[in-house]
């Protein structure tokens, strides 16, 4: 079949990039989904499984994901930036349906961390081929907007995660695996037949590996994929770059892991009102600020080719005394408040990360590089995951949400003194 599997009418369509949009939309919200329910279903699956009443075990769990997910972010970016992005997100996306669905029949500790270890390597496949698509179909004005709204898939994942317990507490936890496997494994199949590639921008990078002689032999391959490490690394703006996105990804990863325990704990009630409460918040408000945050950033752009780094650096400067809120206050209208500036925030900052990218790394290594920022963004994610589960034993969830925000603002210092961009648009 054609790697780019498409015909002329969708090419010539100004209509389909934001059809491209609206499918990786689908996507990303399973994706959110299927990692996030399990953070609110541990009171219903401890039941079960003794190991999860320890909130350390717990931690475990949830840092296994993301120590996979790490791990395989940059061979998913090399390999994305190599074959058919269509068929990559097709594929992880069925394979991870498929082990949610699988999880609804663990029975021990051991099985649910290994089936959540197979998770973090098929959705770690998404994310570089899902953006890097969305960025070859968007090459102009629109972006951090087209970027912004397919987070939003993201952020209404999670939300609809957030009733993982609900959902469980009216069925079982099993059943709530079951049907949310179905559902992604039959999205899959709507994808095979609706999603394409950008024919042109398919071509170019085809004949960008054809020009480099050898390159298409497994040694070539090899060599290529050397090559590409060695130009981002050799990048202080890349440095820059992987800082400025795995500082707040700590902040950003407590919060899809543990804001539901620290709305519970802080707010004195139960997990299954504490998770729709957390997730619903953070949700809607990242919504808000990821669209908020590609308009801003499309216009302001046009005028200064910092506007993407400024409109950044405005998002996570949100972020800081939101956590400090968030780690001190212990009344609803303080955590809730909280949580919406958060959201806000992280959302601004989330739409621009690969805009702010490609202004930095051509298209042939745009999918590779957003790997490696994936990796670097989820091993962070992972440390604090872990940390805050002891954190949590210990009584002192909500200072270690609080102490994140120094953090975030040595992000901004780094973000606002090295990020220079000289084009919109890098290419070779």
Request: with cysteine.
């Amino acid at each position: 079949m054609n790697t780019f599997d498409t015909g002329g009418a969708a090419q010539r369509s100004r209509i389909y990039p934001w059809v491209v949009v609206g499918l990786l939309w689908g996507v990303a919200l399973l994706n959110y989904m299927d990692r996030q329910m399990l953070s609110t279903m541990r009171d219903a699956m401890q039941v079960d499984i003794a190991e999860l009443r320890s909130a350390a075990n717990f931690g475990r769990l949830m840092a296994i994901f993301l120590w996979i997910y790490g791990f395989v972010s940059p061979v998913a970016g090399a390999v994305a930036d190599r074959i058919s992005r269509k068929w990559l997100i097709v594929g992880s996306l069925f394979v991870w349906s498929a082990v949610t669905f699988g999880m609804g029949y663990a029975e021990t500790f051991g099985q649910l961390y290994a089936l959540r270890a197979v998770m973090g390597v098929s959705e770690a496949l998404y994310i570089p081929a899902g953006l890097a698509m969305i960025a070859d179909w968007h090459r102009d004005r629109s972006r951090s907007l087209a970027v912004g709204i397919h987070m939003t898939g993201l952020y209404t994942g999670q939300a609809i995660g957030g009733f993982g317990a609900t959902v469980a507490a009216a069925f079982t936890w099993h059943t709530t695996f079951h049907w949310f496997g179905v559902i992604g494994m039959v999205y899959a199949l709507v994808l095979v037949l609706c999603l394409h590639e950008n024919r042109a921008a398919v071509v170019a990078r085809r004949l960008n590996r054809e020009a480099v002689r050898g390159e298409e032999s497994v040694a070539g391959r090899f060599r290529a994929l050397l090559k590409g490490f060695g130009l981002l690394f050799s990048n202080v703006a890349f440095w820059a770059i992987l800082f400025y996105f795995a500082a707040p990804s700590l902040p950003g990863w407590a919060t899809k892991n543990w804001l539901p325990t620290l709305f519970s704990d802080s707010l004195g009630i139960s997990m299954d009102k504490a998770g729709p409460i957390a997730t619903i918040t953070i949700a809607v408000s990242s919504f808000v600020g990821v669209i908020v945050g590609g308009i801003l950033s499309d216009r302001w752009v046009r005028r200064n080719l910092r506007g993407r780094v400024y409109t950044g650096a405005i998002g996570l400067g949100m972020t800081i005394p939101s956590l400090l809120l968030l780690g001190f206050s212990h009344s609803l209208a303080g955590i809730v408040g909280a949580g919406l500036l958060f959201g806000v925030g992280y959302g601004i900052f989330d739409a621009n990360n690969m805009p702010i990218l490609c202004q930095f790394v051509s298209d042939r290594y745009r999918a590779t590089a957003y790997g490696i920022m994936n990796m670097t963004g989820v091993f962070a994610g992972a440390a604090v995951t872990s940390i805050l589960g002891r954190w949590t034993d210990g009584g002192d969830l909500g200072m270690g949400f609080a102490w994140l925000s120094v953090i975030v603002a040595a992000a901004i210092a780094i973000q606002l003194r090295f990020l220079r961009p000289k084009t919109d648009n890098m290419v070779d």
